[in-house]
């Protein structure tokens, strides 16, 4: 798919339904975010959760991934795997989720500290959750990816962290990734223009060190390469002719 796919009404109705599956379940996720608790007992969570709404996992399975939940613990970027790791107090973690509901995706992500946290831990969180609020108010018809990309990679670099470059947001809907990407690096005015009805997931990812990510043996979970902490908000959203609206 090489241009944006729109959505009619009834489409978008079972969107804004999978969209608000997903953000109950984010914020369920965030009540039990605690110092001894598995990611792998979130991850079990998570999965009961959206199924007893009616929805599916998006995730799990998808390309082979073995999880409902992306649990990405301080230097993760993206794509931890939930496992028996017990959080531990200062730790932050990137929650990652999909629902698909009734053929339609939609992708959020949340970071949560776990107790007390460093000042910089708090400041990452702060800048890159105020990166995705950034674009949700910029989002409208017409506007460029690049005018999306640019906005993240100045609301990050004015605090001295940096966005990922190599990881990106997306469209979806009835894929989980589709056209266009949408990088959190990039030059306003530049880029695919988004039409109405279109839905895009936007994903701010924001290293409070060096960019430059390393592949770990398990092929999916993706960390900074110097160790830094990397924070990751992502909203599912709807363009519309005037603003958008958050679906998750």
């Given at each position: 798919?090489?241009?944006?796919?729109?959505?009619?009404?009834?489409q978008i109705a079972?969107?804004r339904?999978?969209?608000?599956?997903?953000?109950?379940?984010?914020?369920h996720?965030?009540?039990?975010?605690?110092p001894?608790?598995q990611?792998?007992?979130?991850d079990?969570e998570a999965e009961a959760?959206?199924r007893?709404r009616?929805?599916?996992?998006?995730f799990?399975?998808?390309?082979g991934?073995?999880?409902?939940?992306c649990?990405s613990?301080n230097?993760?970027c993206?794509?931890?795997?939930?496992?028996?790791?017990?959080?531990?107090?200062g730790?932050?973690?990137?929650?990652?989720?999909?629902?698909l509901y009734?053929?339609?995706?939609?992708d959020?992500c949340?970071?949560?500290?776990?107790?007390?946290?460093?000042?910089?831990?708090?400041?990452l969180i702060?800048?890159?959750?105020?990166?995705?609020?950034?674009?949700v108010?910029l989002?409208?018809e017409?506007?460029?990816?690049?005018?999306i990309?640019s906005?993240?990679?100045?609301?990050?670099?004015?605090a001295?962290f940096?966005?990922v470059?190599a990881l990106?947001g997306?469209?979806l809907g009835?894929?989980?990734?589709?056209?266009?990407?949408?990088p959190?690096?990039g030059?306003a005015g530049?880029g695919p223009?988004l039409?109405a009805?279109?839905?895009?997931a936007v994903?701010?990812i924001?290293?409070a060190g060096?960019?430059?990510i390393?592949?770990e043996?398990?092929?999916?979970t993706?960390?900074t390469?110097?160790?830094?902490?990397?924070?990751?908000?992502e909203h599912?959203?709807?363009v519309l002719?005037?603003?958008?609206?958050?679906l998750t």
């Amino acid at each position: 798919m090489s241009q944006c796919q729109t959505f009619t009404d009834e489409q978008i109705a079972l969107l804004r339904t999978g969209g608000s599956i997903l953000r109950a379940c984010l914020h369920h996720m965030a009540t039990l975010v605690e110092p001894g608790r598995q990611t792998a007992e979130l991850d079990r969570e998570a999965e009961a959760f959206i199924r007893e709404r009616g929805g599916l996992p998006g995730f799990k399975g998808y390309n082979g991934f073995p999880a409902t939940l992306c649990t990405s613990v301080n230097a993760v970027c993206v794509h931890g795997i939930p496992d028996t790791y017990a959080l531990q107090k200062g730790d932050i973690i990137g929650i990652d989720c999909g629902v698909l509901y009734e053929g339609f995706y939609t992708d959020a992500c949340i970071t949560v500290p776990v107790g007390a946290v460093s000042t910089q831990a708090q400041e990452l969180i702060a800048v890159t959750q105020d990166a995705l609020n950034r674009v949700v108010a910029l989002v409208c018809e017409g506007i460029h990816v690049g005018d999306i990309s640019s906005t993240v990679q100045k609301t990050a670099e004015s605090a001295g962290f940096h966005p990922v470059r190599a990881l990106t947001g997306h469209g979806l809907g009835t894929h989980l990734h589709q056209f266009p990407d949408i990088p959190n690096i990039g030059k306003a005015g530049t880029g695919p223009r988004l039409p109405a009805r279109t839905i895009i997931a936007v994903e701010p990812i924001i290293s409070a060190g060096s960019d430059a990510i390393v592949e770990e043996r398990d092929g999916w979970t993706l960390s900074t390469k110097d160790g830094s902490l990397c924070a990751h908000f992502e909203h599912t959203i709807l363009v519309l002719p005037q603003g958008c609206e958050v679906l998750t």
